[in-house]
């Protein structure tokens, strides 16, 4: 059984930035699709990015703000957000697949989740 664990959330006033970590308990990252949703209170989940064999993706909303990256070494999948809002104010979950994409049904694997809060 996979195990993901994410860190790094906190207090950030709008403008500044967060580096949102998720380590994997398997040498898993290098070969499975890991991706960063996030859930705002009273709304669904929403995706963020993703990253796989083929590339990166990103929601509108972040593109250009947000960077997806990960260590094989390390195992572990990294989210550095830049420029936060108080919109991006959210519990942010690392989220592991076969296959990736944006829809949360097509990964398996979620950690417990990091709150982030971006202060205006």
């Known amino acids: 059984q996979v195990q993901l664990v994410e860190s790094g959330g906190g207090l950030v006033q709008a403008g500044g930035s967060l580096r949102l970590s998720c380590a994997a308990s398997a040498r898993t990252v290098s070969t499975y699709a890991m991706g960063w949703f996030r859930q705002a209170p009273g709304k669904e989940r929403e995706f963020v990015s993703a990253?796989?064999?083929?590339?990166?993706m990103y929601a509108d909303s972040v593109k250009g703000r947000f960077t997806i990256s990960r260590d094989y070494v390390k195992n572990t999948v990294y989210l550095q957000m830049n420029s936060l809002k108080p919109e991006d104010t959210a519990v942010y979950y690392c989220?592991?697949?076969?296959?990736?994409?944006?829809?949360?049904?097509?990964?398996?694997?979620w950690g417990q989740g990091t709150q982030v809060t971006v202060s205006s």
């Open positions: 990253i796989n064999w083929s590339g990166t």
């Open positions: 989220s592991m697949g076969a296959v990736g994409g944006n829809l949360a049904g097509r990964y398996a694997y």
